[in-house]
């Protein structure tokens, strides 16, 4: 799984930020190029036990930690729950939808647009 989240990152910071590491959106709820809310950055500070501040969000080296973190603790739980390995697309629509993202059909459209970023950057 290490391996699909880390050739995913680049792609999430090219939909969400297009690389701005002091990139607000959401209203004000997420920031950084990954635009994390908080509850994200908890959770994935939690996973990694440390407790970066919030604002480290905007750091792209602290935040790159974070949502792996964050990825391969739900990358997880969806092969626990499902019997299945996480794909791209599963952890792609994690970090846009949350743990359970991967089912939300609202997601779907996040998906198509990181495999876009994907395939503009081969």
Not at 1 to 26: K, N
Not at 53 to 79: C, D, F, Q
Not at 82 to 102: F, S, Y
């Amino acid at each position: 799984m290490e391996t699909l989240i880390i050739l995913l990152l680049p792609a999430i910071i090219q939909v969400e930020s297009r690389g701005d590491d002091a990139a607000v959106g959401d209203n004000g709820n997420a920031i950084g190029a990954y635009q994390i809310w908080k509850p994200y950055w908890q959770d994935g500070c939690e996973y990694i036990k440390k407790d970066y501040p919030y604002s480290n969000a905007y750091n792209r080296r602290i935040a790159t930690e974070v949502v792996r973190g964050y990825l391969t603790r739900y990358g997880k739980h969806y092969e626990r729950k499902t019997g299945k390995k996480a794909t791209l697309e599963v952890l792609a629509r994690i970090h846009n939808g949350g743990p359970n993202g991967w089912k939300k059909q609202a997601t779907v459209k996040y998906w198509r647009k990181i495999q876009q970023a994907l395939k503009e950057m081969k």
